[in-house]
């Protein structure tokens, strides 16, 4: 949710190994530098996402690709999987969900407001969009997730029986925005994928624990 490569994947960016990975970071449309047009979050912008990496990558000519995906783009990849299968060669994903309870309503809830965001998290986000198309964004967001609560598929329930690629799923279990139920959901509903618990781990794993989450994935993706 309003991440981009530059803000969200440095170390992935800068420290995966470049003589076994290509390492493509793309910024959806709305988000980062893929603007205009300003975000908006219709009840099918997660599938018009995973539409648009695959679309992307076949554009710069990747024949096959594997995915790397954090929280709502845990999710993106998830659906890419899923309606892709012969496309996607394998996938890690962290801190996603398939669907959303009353519990999650609240959590996001809570980070309604940008301004009561902690500086350090907030910043690097205000100094790429400016404060009001940060803050009116992800007042909007909270909005489009909430849309999937009432529907019987959830996110992408539905979907994850139809993933074919090995999957490797990443969970912080000290992760404030994503309770732990979500990644056991996904991991019984993905046939043969892995869960691999960081017992310190938050929201943002792979930042916080970079070494140990880069080498994790590049094991995995080899």
Same mark, same amino acid.
């Given at each position: 949710?309003?991440?981009?490569?530059?803000?969200?994947?440095?170390?992935?960016?800068?420290?995966?190994?470049?003589?076994?990975?290509?390492?493509? @970071?793309?910024?959806?449309?709305?988000?980062?530098?893929?603007?205009?047009?300003?975000?908006?979050?219709? =009840?099918?912008?997660?599938?018009?996402?995973?539409?648009?990496?695959?679309?992307?990558?076949?554009?710069? &000519?990747?024949?096959?690709?594997?995915?790397?995906?954090?929280?709502?783009?845990?999710?993106? @990849?998830?659906?890419? @999987?899923?309606?892709?299968?012969?496309?996607?060669? &394998? #996938?890690?994903?962290?801190?996603?969900?398939?669907?959303?309870?009353?519990?999650?309503?609240?959590?996001?809830?809570?980070?309604?407001?940008?301004? &009561?965001?902690?500086?350090?998290?907030?910043?690097p986000l205000e100094t790429l969009y400016g404060y009001d198309y940060f803050a009116k964004t992800c007042e909007k967001w909270v909005d489009g997730i909430k849309q999937f609560k009432h529907l019987p598929d959830g996110i992408c329930r539905h979907?994850?029986?139809?993933?074919?690629?090995?999957?490797?799923? =990443?969970?912080?279990?000290?992760?404030? #925005?994503?309770?732990?139920?979500?990644?056991?959901?996904?991991?019984?509903?993905?046939?043969?994928?892995?869960?691999?618990? #960081?017992?310190?781990?938050?929201?943002?794993?792979?930042?916080?624990? @970079? &070494?140990?989450?880069?080498?994790?994935?590049?094991?995995?993706?080899?």
């Amino acid at each position: 949710m309003l991440g981009s490569g530059e803000t969200d994947f440095g170390p992935q960016i800068k420290n995966l190994n470049k003589k076994l990975f290509t390492v493509v @970071a793309w910024d959806p449309r709305g988000y980062g530098h893929s603007r205009p047009p300003d975000r908006d979050f219709p =009840v099918d912008f997660f599938e018009r996402d995973a539409q648009d990496a695959v679309d992307l990558m076949k554009m710069l &000519k990747f024949k096959k690709v594997s995915l790397l995906g954090w929280s709502d783009g845990g999710i993106t @990849a998830l659906i890419a @999987a899923a309606k892709h299968p012969s496309y996607i060669h &394998k #996938m890690v994903i962290w801190g996603a969900n398939a669907y959303v309870t009353e519990e999650d309503e609240m959590i996001y809830q809570g980070i309604r407001d940008v301004s &009561k965001w902690s500086e350090k998290i907030r910043k690097p986000l205000e100094t790429l969009y400016g404060y009001d198309y940060f803050a009116k964004t992800c007042e909007k967001w909270v909005d489009g997730i909430k849309q999937f609560k009432h529907l019987p598929d959830g996110i992408c329930r539905h979907l994850l029986p139809l993933v074919q690629c090995p999957t490797l799923i =990443v969970h912080g279990e000290k992760d404030p #925005m994503i309770p732990r139920f979500h990644a056991d959901f996904i991991h019984e509903h993905v046939r043969g994928s892995r869960l691999h618990l #960081m017992p310190e781990g938050k929201h943002n794993l792979h930042l916080r624990f @970079a &070494k140990e989450f880069n080498e994790l994935a590049e094991d995995f993706l080899q």
